[in-house]
């Protein structure tokens, strides 16, 4: 029994990706995908729920959790780096950062090692993973926001040229 609570042989066997099928010849499907869509899953049933009742009593429990989370980087964070573009760029920044939070906090659950534990070493899952443990995640995500950024910046020096107020302080 004491050899299911030793370390794998193979220490990168956590945190790469396991393909689980095949579409085409080019698209693989895998662990690291599948908590992608778990993560983005909780997210959508998890948050609009929690932030459903705008009324103006004091939040408490996980909304308060939250609130103070997001507050904080509002204003601590993201408001010194962007400014007056801050609130434009919220709910794009909110949203990512919690993406994040929620796939690499999945990513902490032990799932497959207690799947290879209960089962007495019979059973070798692949099904956990985490979906930021992927370059092409992070680089996915990285060239969104680059995309958006310069979109968005490119829109406003549009909307300042046809107004006539470019370079205008």
Not at 59 to 73: K, M, Q, V, W, Y
Not at 93 to 114: A, R, T
Request: charged share 15%.
């Amino acid at each position: 029994m004491l050899h299911l609570l030793l370390a794998s042989a193979d220490p990168t066997e956590h945190v790469v990706a396991h393909p689980w099928f095949r579409l085409g010849h080019w698209f693989v499907f895998n662990n690291q995908m599948f908590m992608a869509l778990f993560a983005a899953l909780l997210m959508v049933l998890i948050l609009p729920r929690l932030f459903k009742d705008a009324n103006g009593d004091a939040p408490s429990g996980a909304r308060n959790f939250f609130e103070a989370i997001l507050e904080f980087f509002r204003v601590e964070v993201f408001r010194p780096a962007l400014k007056e573009h801050t609130d434009r760029f919220l709910p794009l920044l909110w949203s990512l950062f919690l993406f994040i939070l929620f796939c690499n906090l999945l990513g902490q659950i032990p799932v497959d090692e207690i799947i290879h534990l209960v089962s007495g070493g019979h059973i070798v899952s692949h099904i956990w993973g985490t979906a930021t443990g992927n370059y092409l995640m992070t680089g996915a995500l990285a060239v969104m926001v680059f995309v958006v950024i310069h979109v968005s910046g490119v829109r406003q020096v549009a909307r300042s040229l046809m107004d006539g107020t470019y370079g205008h302080h």
